[in-house]
C-alpha cells in the first residue's frame, strides 16, 4: 500500500521531462511537425524568420495601400478635372440651344399677332430664313414647329406641322400638361428628319428641347416647337474625352435612359430603379457602388453627366509597383533566410547541449556527467549566462535528490490523514446509531434484544479494531456488513432480510473500511415505512472495466424527486454534510479518493418501489503484510 500510493504520488510531482521521458519522444520515426517545434533552435529560427518577414510583408503592404490610394486620386482628380470641362461644354451647348428657344419664342409672338395673310407670309419667310440659319449656324439636327391645324402653314411638313402630329413625337406628358415658356427637354429614339433637297428621310437619336404654348383658361394648344439636337454629337465628345474603355461615361435623363456613351452599347439602355435612385439622390458627387467609383454632375437641363471608374482600371496602375514589391521580397527573401539560420545556429548550439544533458536527467543518479555542461577550462567568473544555467542545474539535480523523498512522504502522510479524518467521523455516528437503538429495546423491555444487540456490536467492532489498515479485503467488508445486518435484524424481527451475490474470486481485492454499512443503514431507516413493512436487501458484487462494482438494491419506500437530485448533488460535488446524508458523503468523499480507488456512486430511486445505489472503484490487490508492496 505504501508503494501504491507512493507511485501516484510521485507521478504529481514529476513531470516527465525531469524523470527523462523526454527521451522517448526523441526516437526514430517519431518526428513530426509537433517533434519539430519542440527544438529550440527551430523556434528561435521561426521567431527570427517571424521578426524579419512581417515587417517586410507590412511595409510591402502599407507601400500598395500608399501608392493605390494616390493612384486612386490621381485617377479620379483626373476624370473630375474631365468632367469639369465636358460640364462646361454641354452647359455651352443647352444654353445655346435654350437661348435659340427664346428667339423662337419672339418669332412665334409676332407670327401669332399677325392677322393679315401678306404679313402672316411675311413672318412665316422670316421665320423659315432663322430655321435655316439657326439649323446651319448652331449644326443642329432639325426644328419642329407646330401650329394650330386651321393655319395655313400647318401643312408644310418641312419647318411646320400640325399641332395634331405633337402625338409623333416622345414628349413627357409634363410638358403637354404643364405648358408654358420654360423649355422641356427629352430623348428622341429615331427621329425621322426630312432632307430639304430631296424630301428623304434619314432616322436619328435626338436631343430635344420642347416648348408649348396653350390658350389662356383653354386646354388647347396654341403653337409649340422643338429643337433637335443629334444625340451622337455629344457621345463623339465623350469618347474623346474617355478613350479608355474601361472608364465609361455617359449623359442620364431623369427616368434612367442613356442617351449619349463612350461606349457605344450602353446608348438607349436604361438604369434600374436602384442604380438611378443611387445616382440622383446621393448627394455627394463622388460616391462609390460594388467597386466602382461614380462622379456625377447636373448639367442645366436636369439631367445626369455621370462617369463610372472601376476599382480594377486603378489596380492596374499599380501593377509595376507591386511587382516590384514581389521582386524585392523574393531577392531578400533567400538572404533573410541564410543569415536567420546562421545566427540562431550559433546562438543555440550551447543551449542545445544543456538540453541534452536535462534530456538524461534521472532523478536518483548520482554520476550524472555535467562536464558538457560547466566549462572545465575556465574560471568561474568568466562563465556567462548559459554556463551559470548550467552549474543551476547540477545544483538543482542534487536538490532534488535531497529533497523529493521528503515530499513524498509528506504528500503520503497528509493524504492518511485525511482519510483517517474522515473515518473516524463514520465510527461515531454508527455507534450513536446502535446505541440509541439498544437504548430503545431496554425501554420496550426487550432486554434479551438488547443483550444480544451488545454481543453483537462486540464482535462488530472486535473486527473493525482487528482491521485496522485504511483498506481491507471486500471479504472483510462483508463480514462487518453481516455483523451489522444481524444487530438491525434483531429490532426488526422477520421484516428485515438480504442476500449477497458476487463473481468468484471478486472478495480478494481490497476496498475502503466502512463503506457499505452506511448505504445498508439508509436502506433500513429510511426503506421502512407503513407502505413497506418489509425490506428486502441484496448486494451484488460483479466485475466491471478493471474496476469492481457493486449494487445495493432494496425494496423500501424509495425517495421523491427533490430528494434524489438533492442527494445527487452532494455526490456530484463530493460534500460531506454534517447534517444532510452525512455516511453517504463521508464514504463518497473516501473513495473517490485516487489512492484509495478512486471510485464513484451513483443513486437511482423510484418513490415507493426502491433504491438502487451503484458503487464503482478501481480493482486494488491484496498486499503483502511484511514489505507492504503491491502483488
Known sequence: MQDFIDENVFDRFCPDTIQGDFM?????????PRLYFSHFQNRLLCAFLLCTLIPIFIIGGISYA???????????????????QLHTQFDNRLQQVENIADTLQYNMYNLMQTDAPMDTLATLSEIRSNLSMFKTSFDLSYINIFLPDEHMASSENLYFFPVSKLSDFQIPKEALENPGTSSVWFYQDLLSVPFLMNNSYRMTNSVSCCRVLKHPGTD????AYIIHLDASEFSSILQESFQNNQITSYILTDNGKIVASNNPSLLSASLDEEKLDFLYHKEDSLKKRSHTNYHTT??????????????????????????SILLTILIS?????????????????????????????????????????VPQDRAPETFDEIDKLGVTFEKMQHSLNDNLQ????????????????????????????????????????????????LTNLTRFYRMTLRKSKDLISIRDELTIAQLYLEMEKLCHNDNLTWEINMKDGIDNFLICKFTLQPFLENSILHGLSQKTPE?????????????????????????AKEQLLELQKTLDEKIVN????????????????PYFGNGRISVESYLYEGTSITIEFDQMEEYDEECNDCR
Open 333 to 373: 527573401l533567400p538572404l533573410t533566410i541564410l543569415v536567420v539560420v546562421l545566427i540562431s545556429k550559433n546562438l543555440t548550439r550551447r543551449i542545445e547541449t544543456l538540453s541534452r544533458a536535462m534530456e538524461t536527467l534521472q532523478l536518483d543518479a548520482s554520476d550524472t556527467n555535467m562536464k558538457a555542461l
Open 535 to 559: 425490506v428486502h436487501i441484496s448486494i451484488d458484487l460483479s466485475y466491471g472495466d478493471d474496476t469492481v462494482i457493486i449494487v445495493i438494491t432494496d425494496n423500501g419506500i424509495g425517495m
Open 220 to 223: 388647347s394648344i396654341k403653337y
Open 298 to 323: 447636373t448639367l442645366r437641363n436636369g439631367w445626369l453627366q455621370v462617369t463610372e471608374i472601376p476599382d480594377s482600371y486603378i489596380m492596374q496602375n499599380t501593377h509595376i509597383l507591386i511587382k
Open 24 to 32: 522517448k519522444h526523441s526516437k526514430k520515426g517519431s518526428r513530426g
Open 406 to 453: 521528503s515530499i513524498l512522504e509528506l504528500s503520503l502522510a497528509e493524504e492518511r490523514l485525511k482519510y483517517q479524518l474522515l473515518q473516524s467521523q463514520i465510527n461515531p455516528h454508527f455507534l450513536y446509531n446502535i446505541l440509541g437503538s439498544i437504548q430503545t429495546c431496554q425501554s420496550l423491555g426487550k432486554l434479551d434484544i438488547a443483550n444480544q444487540m
Open 66 to 84: 500608399v501608392s493605390y490610394n494616390i493612384a486612386e486620386d490621381k485617377i479620379l482628380n483626373a476624370s473630375i478635372s474631365a468632367d469639369a
Open 578 to 593: 454534517y447534517e444532510k446524508h452525512f455516511g453517504i458523503g463521508n464514504v463518497n468523499k473516501r473513495i473517490s479518493n
